[in-house]
């Protein structure tokens, strides 16, 4: 067993120096930078792997996890506004970031997986990118109903071509494309430098969760409760899924954390845009400074042991 | 030196706007805009710029009173409320009027 992953030490050190107020801050290039790097990363594996596998066969992986993307906003989304008793521009944005993954999130359950030799299906960053767009529409259309006047044309560019959708998929069709043998003279910057990339990725991180404290005492408990119980429960929705879809202990572990994760990057942007009436502040203090250090520090070797849980006694 | 009376109007906001604002002020008459990355705090807080959601950016507009006019009354209508963002408008002198 290794001992703590450096990649979360990093992400501590990130936390504490924000904490602390240490003048440490990362250029906002740099952190697009890397965040170019994790994204197409993790693109090109997963679409080595597609290249070996028939899309008609992942059929059924797909369908279910886009029902998985839609589903999970819309159990969100009464849970803000009865308990949260948010409004529902607010609860559908939160709805729609819960709904959606976080990448930062999936590279680290990844870089743990890979630590301790655990195998999961390759194929997980095609799983990864459908899930991060259902429930952007779901959250839209729960704050602010079908008749209302979004421009769902600028809305669908939005999410179609936000960076990090197009870098995903960009990837996947390059690995794709490519092949494993092609691929080699750029392994190097992608596969070479991916765990010092994700750390330096989560000592920015760290920054910017540290940032939210603030918001988090302002805004109090039940973004805490929310953000912490509902990543729990996304995380048996999708263990369960992927235990019914049958992958292995790996790839239901991660499919468990994408359900648990918020997303940061796609659905901000998009709700700022299509539900300016939200404030982000709300989502981004839960998803941020509440769900992400969660998945990071306790969640992933959590959603480990409900893997293992789950293939045990289910056979 | 000779120069021409025109408005700066200066826009200080969230950087999620910038296309949007860019297609507004050229349907508004703007000949031109330019954007710099920017970061301070305001009432909705500190904006870092560490990344995108708190990124803010400053668009700089050269034009004249009418249109300057028009893009100050259309953000305020369309964005004031819902966006961090303020607006001011300065007088300059400009060489080449027929550029603005």
Same mark, same amino acid.
């Given at each position: 067993?290794?001992?703590?992953?450096?990649?979360?030490?990093?992400?501590?050190?990130?936390?504490?120096?924000?904490?602390?107020?240490?003048?440490?801050?990362?250029?906002?290039?740099?952190?697009?930078?890397?965040?170019?790097?994790?994204?197409?990363?993790?693109?090109?594996?997963?679409?080595?792997?597609?290249?070996?596998?028939?899309?008609?066969?992942?059929?059924?992986?797909?369908?279910?996890?886009?029902?998985? $993307? #839609?589903?999970?906003?819309?159990?969100?989304?009464?849970? #803000?506004?009865?308990?949260?008793?948010?409004?529902?521009?607010?609860?559908?944005?939160?709805?729609?970031?819960?709904?959606?993954?976080?990448?930062?999130?999936?590279?680290?359950?990844?870089?743990?997986?890979?630590?301790?030799?655990?195998?999961?299906?390759?194929?997980?960053?095609?799983?990864?990118?459908?899930?991060?767009?259902?429930?952007?529409?779901?959250?839209?259309?729960?704050?602010?109903?079908?008749?209302?006047?979004?421009?769902?044309?600028?809305?669908?560019?939005?999410?179609?071509?936000?960076?990090?959708?197009?870098?995903?998929?960009?990837?996947?069709?390059? /690995?794709?494309?490519?092949?494993?043998?092609?691929?080699?003279?750029?392994?190097?910057?992608?596969?070479?430098?991916?765990?010092?990339?994700?750390?330096?990725?989560?000592?920015?991180?760290?920054?910017?969760?540290?940032?939210?404290?603030?918001?988090?005492?302002?805004?109090?408990?039940?973004?805490?409760?929310?953000?912490?119980?509902?990543?729990?429960?996304?995380?048996?929705?999708?263990? $369960?899924?992927?235990?019914?879809? /049958?992958?292995?202990?790996?790839?239901?572990?991660? #499919?468990?954390?994408?359900?648990?994760?918020?997303?940061?990057?796609?659905?901000?942007?998009?709700?700022?845009?299509?539900?300016?009436?939200?404030?982000?502040?709300?989502?981004?203090?839960?998803?941020?400074?509440?769900?992400?250090?969660?998945?990071?520090?306790?969640?992933?070797?959590?959603?480990?042991?409900?893997?293992?849980?789950?293939?045990?006694?289910?056979? | 030196?000779? &120069?021409?009376?025109?408005?700066?109007?200066?826009?200080? &906001?969230?950087?999620?706007?910038?296309?949007?604002?860019?297609?507004?002020?050229?349907?508004?008459?703007?000949?031109?805009? &330019?954007?710099?990355?920017?970061?301070?705090?305001?009432?909705?807080?500190?904006?870092?710029?560490?990344?995108?959601?708190?990124?803010?950016?400053?668009?700089?507009?050269?034009?004249?009173?009418? &249109?300057?006019?028009?893009?100050?009354?259309?953000?305020?209508?369309?964005?004031?409320?819902?966006?961090?963002?303020?607006?001011?408008?300065?007088?300059?002198?400009?060489?080449?009027?027929?550029?603005?």
């Amino acid at each position: 067993m290794p001992g703590i992953d450096p990649i979360v030490l990093f992400f501590l050190l990130g936390l504490a120096a924000g904490l602390a107020r240490s003048d440490l801050r990362l250029p906002g290039a740099i952190y697009e930078f890397l965040s170019v790097i994790l994204l197409l990363a993790i693109g090109l594996k997963g679409g080595v792997e597609l290249a070996q596998q028939s899309l008609p066969a992942l059929l059924p992986q797909i369908i279910a996890v886009l029902l998985m $993307g #839609l589903i999970l906003p819309l159990l969100a989304y009464p849970v #803000l506004r009865l308990l949260g008793r948010l409004g529902r521009a607010d609860a559908g944005s939160i709805a729609a970031h819960y709904g959606s993954v976080s990448v930062g999130t999936y590279a680290v359950a990844v870089a743990w997986l890979v630590a301790r030799d655990i195998s999961f299906e390759a194929h997980m960053p095609l799983l990864l990118v459908l899930l991060e767009m259902p429930a952007i529409v779901v959250g839209i259309l729960l704050a602010r109903g079908v008749a209302a006047d979004t421009d769902w044309r600028k809305l669908a560019h939005e999410v179609f071509l936000g960076k990090s959708i197009v870098l995903l998929v960009g990837g996947l069709l390059i /690995g794709w494309a490519a092949g494993p043998q092609a691929l080699q003279p750029v392994s190097g910057l992608f596969f070479g430098l991916f765990h010092g990339v994700l750390a330096l990725f989560l000592l920015e991180m760290g920054l910017v969760a540290a940032g939210q404290v603030g918001s988090l005492r302002r805004h109090g408990l039940f973004l805490a409760g929310f953000g912490i119980l509902f990543p729990l429960f996304g995380a048996l929705v999708g263990g $369960g899924l992927g235990w019914l879809l /049958g992958l292995s202990v790996g790839g239901t572990m991660l #499919l468990a954390t994408l359900a648990a994760s918020a997303s940061y990057i796609a659905v901000p942007a998009a709700m700022r845009l299509a539900l300016p009436e939200a404030n982000p502040t709300l989502s981004l203090t839960a998803s941020l400074g509440v769900t992400f250090p969660f998945n990071i520090l306790i969640g992933i070797p959590l959603y480990q042991r409900l893997a293992e849980l789950l293939h045990a006694t289910g056979g | 030196m000779r &120069t021409e009376a025109r408005k700066l109007v200066t826009i200080v &906001t969230e950087a999620a706007l910038e296309r949007r604002l860019a297609d507004d002020l050229k349907r508004l008459g703007a000949h031109g805009y &330019t954007v710099s990355d920017a970061r301070g705090e305001g009432s909705r807080g500190v904006r870092s710029a560490g990344w995108e959601a708190s990124s803010n950016i400053r668009v700089e507009v050269v034009c004249d009173e009418p &249109t300057a006019d028009a893009i100050a009354a259309h953000l305020r209508r369309h964005y004031y409320d819902h966006y961090a963002m303020i607006l001011y408008l300065g007088d300059v002198g400009v060489l080449r009027p027929e550029k603005f």
